[in-house]
């Protein structure tokens, strides 16, 4: 009797097995087919919590504080380079589903996409409350359930700039942490611009960017309009526009940034798409939306960064 041969080392189209690892993270791809799946999985957040705070009680109080994401990506769907992105996203306190399907075209015209999303976020900007002297902001239970479906399209890239024009359905909800629809925060303001317990919008937004990158200075801007389009029964009325500018240049070791951001809100407005005030990306040193939230904003920064250790 022949012996069975061994398999070979490695098979066309399908990944070899990475050697097993003891890191907080864990990461894996395997390739069903054409389909490439990605898993990974942060211990971190739930391993300092295990470490910091009394054990948890029950096991989906576990599960709830792991992080993590899932990607599926097909390069050809129905054979002709039709690619589908699955992604989803877990955090501690949000969660993001993105479902993408891109028809193939000639890199010289626009991509279309079809994309569906789901997202549930705690809303801090708006109906959060400043802690710490106003460093953070803390959750009042309110959190916004996003569906959210349509076209976008990407113009070609150019070397400076970028382009993309989107048209989609919106669907808001206002939740509590329960996962129950909620119309009003515990001060009795309304959540929602329609005064029911969902928003309901079709928006389409054009957005333009501008980016001169060198190697001692960089200069960037972005250009955001959207339009609340009256085509659906009680559907939010709106123009939106927002426009930021950031320049930087290079001192020696140190580095000098400045930026401006502006925008302004017409017609309709929901209290979660007013502009915050506060975090990282506006006023360092301040909670996200802990300076103050409305209707027109305008910020200007200026920071100057000095490393400590120069080589």
Not at 10 to 31: F, I, K, T, Y
Not at 58 to 86: C, M, N
Not at 128 to 137: H, I, K, L, Y
């Amino acid at each position: 009797a022949t012996p069975p041969r061994p398999p070979p080392p490695h098979e066309p189209g399908r990944l070899p097995v990475p050697p097993a690892s003891a890191a907080m993270g864990a990461q894996q791809s395997v390739n069903a087919g054409k389909a490439k799946v990605d898993l990974h999985v942060d211990l971190t957040h739930m391993l300092c919590e295990a470490l910091l705070l009394p054990p948890l009680s029950s096991s989906s109080a576990t599960i709830s504080q792991i992080v993590g994401r899932i990607s599926l990506k097909h390069p050809s769907l129905f054979g002709r380079s039709e690619k589908l992105d699955v992604i989803l996203d877990k955090g501690v306190n949000d969660s993001n589903v993105v479902v993408a399907f891109r028809r193939p075209r000639p890199e010289w015209l626009s991509q279309q996409s079809f994309v569906i999303q789901h997202s549930m976020t705690p809303e801090i900007a708006v109906h959060g409350f400043p802690a710490d002297n106003f460093t953070r902001s803390g959750s009042r239970g309110v959190n916004l359930s996003r569906l959210s479906l349509g076209v976008e399209i990407n113009e070609p890239t150019t070397s400076k700039w970028t382009s993309g024009t989107s048209v989609k359905f919106e669907h808001i909800r206002p939740v509590n942490n329960d996962g129950r629809s909620i119309a009003r925060d515990h001060e009795g303001f309304p959540l929602t611009c329609s005064g029911n317990l969902h928003d309901n919008m079709i928006i389409l937004k054009q957005e333009s960017g501008y980016a001169d990158v060198k190697d001692n200075s960089f200069l960037r801007v972005n250009f955001q309009m959207e339009q609340g389009l009256p085509l659906v029964p009680k559907s939010l009325t709106f123009n939106r526009v927002k426009c930021a500018v950031s320049k930087g240049i290079k001192l020696g070791p140190t580095f000098l940034v400045t930026s401006l951001t502006g925008g302004s809100i017409v017609g309709d407005m929901a209290p979660y798409q007013a502009f915050a005030i506060g975090g990282l990306g506006s006023v360092r040193g301040y909670g996200e939306g802990a300076v103050g939230s409305g209707r027109l904003c305008l910020i200007g920064n200026c920071e100057y960064t000095v490393p400590l250790v120069c080589k």
